[in-house]
């Protein structure tokens, strides 16, 4: 089993940042990959970013490149979102999610991952 936190959400301006973390604890030894969802209201869950944790390959959605930054803290068992220039459409709850078989080609789907952060909420408005 694996837990995962998210903390560092918040309300912040258009053009603000905000820094997520999600911090892993349990089996989470082994190669495995962690990423990012988000979900506004009356909408699907929606993918943001991903990274393996070793060799940290990068993914991300075509909305948020050059935008977000996604990073990880192997000592730490933390995984980061960079989030940098935000819009408003950036709203809703972001879910850290984790899984030790993900291939490549499906860091993107979040029926790959077995485990799943509580989420937190980003507010992004004037």
């Known amino acids: 089993q694996v837990q995962l936190v998210e903390s560092g959400g918040g309300l912040v301006q258009p053009g603000g940042s905000l820094r997520l973390s999600c911090s892993a604890s349990?089996?989470?030894?082994?190669?495995?990959?962690m990423g990012w969802f988000r979900q506004a209201p009356g909408k699907e869950r929606e993918f943001v970013a991903a990274?393996?944790?070793?060799?940290?390959?990068?993914v991300y959605a075509d909305s948020v490149k050059g935008r977000f930054t996604i990073s990880r803290d192997n000592a730490k068992n933390t995984m980061y979102l960079q989030m940098n220039s935000l819009k408003p459409e950036d709203t809703g709850v972001y879910y850290c999610?984790?899984?030790?078989?993900?291939?490549?080609?499906?860091?993107?789907?979040?029926?790959?991952?077995?485990?799943w952060g509580q989420g937190i909420q980003v507010t992004v408005s004037s």
């Open positions: 349990g089996r989470t030894s082994g190669s495995y990959a």
């Open positions: 999610a984790a899984d030790s078989t993900i291939i490549l080609s499906s860091l993107s789907d979040s029926r790959a991952y077995d485990y």
């Open positions: 990274i393996r944790w070793r060799g940290g390959t990068t």
